[in-house]
């Protein structure tokens, strides 16, 4: 286990959906189980999706959205466990196909290789949900052992169960 301050170390991968706001639901509740968090987060959920400088003030740390240079430190220690929340579409679809175009994906990619214990909380639209390329991504993604909460379409009156991330790293 890596440590930071005897604590684990949780990477949150953040995607562009709505929801996603509320992911200091979900880094307080990592932080209260007793988890370092360094937030990555998709190029498009930069652009207002989140409040980042609240991520930041809460995590202690700049949120990654971009590659670094060699010559540059890793501003994170490598990952105990890896939450994406909310995951897109988008991103499942290329991280299954191993299209690591983005820091946050190619992020998911390494994980994967590493055997990192992931847990993933999508938040796909019922169409997208339905799509035989989405269909597929999950059972590639599932059978490299990523784990999966319940689906979220964005229901009106539906709540996002964050903490549903830490309860699937438990298993």
């Known amino acids: 286990?890596?440590?930071?301050?005897?604590?684990?170390?949780?990477?949150?991968?953040?995607?562009?959906?709505?929801?996603?706001?509320?992911?200091?639901?979900?880094?307080?509740?990592?932080?209260?189980?007793?988890?370092?968090?360094?937030?990555?987060?998709?190029?498009?959920?930069?652009?207002?999706?989140?409040?980042?400088?609240?991520?930041?003030?809460?995590?202690?740390?700049?949120?990654?959205?971009?590659?670094?240079?060699?010559?540059?430190?890793?501003?994170?220690?490598?990952?105990?466990?890896?939450?994406v929340a909310p995951a897109t579409f988008n991103t499942v679809n290329k991280w299954a196909a191993g299209l690591g175009d983005t820091l946050a994906v190619g992020t998911l990619c390494e994980a994967s290789g590493l055997g990192v214990p992931i847990a993933v909380l999508p938040c796909v639209a019922d169409a997208l949900a339905a799509h035989p390329a989405y269909q597929d991504s999950l059972i590639r993604l599932r059978g490299m052992g990523v784990r999966f909460g319940p689906p979220f379409a964005g229901e009106p009156g539906a709540e996002f169960a964050w903490e549903q991330a830490l309860d699937l790293l438990r298993r």
């Not at 949150?12 to 509320?22: P, R, T, Y």
């Open 1 to 83: 286990m890596t440590e930071q301050a005897g604590k684990p170390f949780l990477y949150v991968v953040v995607c562009a959906a709505g929801i996603a706001a509320g992911v200091g639901e979900l880094i307080t509740a990592a932080q209260e189980e007793g988890w370092e968090v360094g937030v990555i987060a998709t190029p498009v959920a930069m652009n207002g999706f989140f409040d980042t400088a609240a991520v930041e003030a809460r995590t202690g740390r700049p949120i990654r959205s971009a590659w670094r240079t060699p010559a540059e430190p890793r501003p994170f220690p490598p990952p105990d466990a890896v939450v």
